[in-house]
């Protein structure tokens, strides 16, 4: 990949050797298409290779490293009222974006926490409803919009607020999911019932809401809380198995303590939001 690095050449990176562990995923874009490799296991990055007229952007902060013939554009990624709707949902206010104006060149982003790297190819008006923070990159056909969910309940309860995101096609975009990922293709009618903050993302025919549990015991004693993501087909889901909440949690719970003491302990504790999902 020397050539591209220099940004001289404009030969494509040598072929993977894809008995290397390491190596996850790579991919050859056709004439105006990027092209992309995603490399590690549990902290992945994804270096995408840019020729001119390939354009490709995240969100301020988002890249982590880029050859020297790779320019940068930073704007407001849609005027005022994308900015407001960033702002509003705890995003950064301004989009950059990365090209080359001759040779070949990389830019790279790497994953902020323990997960994969998930690439989609949208079609034209195609969408994928994911949620916040998991946006990564996208080529610049890709539009990048916030999802507002309609019920009240849905906001308040289902692990991840009010807003989500929303990316749709044409083009390539990648997400960044917490711990490993599984897939499920729902059928019309079937319904999964998850943990909330285990969804990750889902395709805009699927009907997202929270469920109640049921039984008082169940709520005081089984120790999921006092609600459930509900899933309705038809669509795909991505589950995540290390949500970044729960991860962050259980940590606190081993954190000092004000007074001295520590977070754990072997004893029998209860605590009144843990019971009640707090």
Do not use: C
Request: aromatic share 10%.
């Amino acid at each position: 990949m020397s050539d591209s690095l220099t940004g001289q050449g404009g030969a494509l990176p040598p072929k993977l050797d894809t008995t290397v562990e390491h190596v996850q995923t790579e991919f050859q874009g056709e004439a105006g298409r990027i092209s992309y490799r995603i490399d590690g296991t549990t902290l992945q990055v994804v270096t995408i290779q840019l020729e001119p007229g390939e354009v490709v952007y995240s969100e301020s902060g988002g890249m982590s490293w880029m050859s020297a013939n790779v320019e940068m554009k930073t704007h407001s990624g849609g005027g005022l009222g994308k900015m407001l709707k960033r702002a509003f949902s705890g995003e950064s206010l301004f989009i950059t974006d990365f090209f080359v104006n001759k040779g070949t060149g990389i830019v790279a982003f790497a994953n902020e926490f323990p997960g994969k790297i998930i690439p989609f190819d949208l079609a034209a008006g195609q969408s994928l409803i994911m949620q916040k923070d998991a946006f990564m990159v996208a080529e610049k056909t890709v539009d990048l919009d916030i999802h507002f969910r309609k019920k009240l309940g849905t906001g308040f309860f289902g692990g991840e607020g009010f807003i989500m995101q929303r990316a749709t096609g044409p083009g390539l975009v990648f997400a960044e999911l917490d711990g490993e990922v599984v897939e499920y293709h729902l059928e019309a009618g079937q319904v999964l019932k998850v943990d909330t903050g285990y969804v990750a993302m889902f395709e805009p025919s699927v009907k997202f809401d929270v469920t109640m549990v049921k039984g008082f015991r169940n709520i005081i004693l089984g120790g999921e809380g006092l609600f459930l993501a509900r899933l309705e087909g038809p669509g795909r889901v991505w589950l995540q198995t290390m949500p970044m909440t729960k991860l962050a949690n259980k940590i606190l719970q081993y954190m000092p303590k004000a007074g001295g003491g520590s977070g754990g302990s072997g004893g029998f504790n209860v605590n009144l939001g843990d019971l009640l999902g707090g």
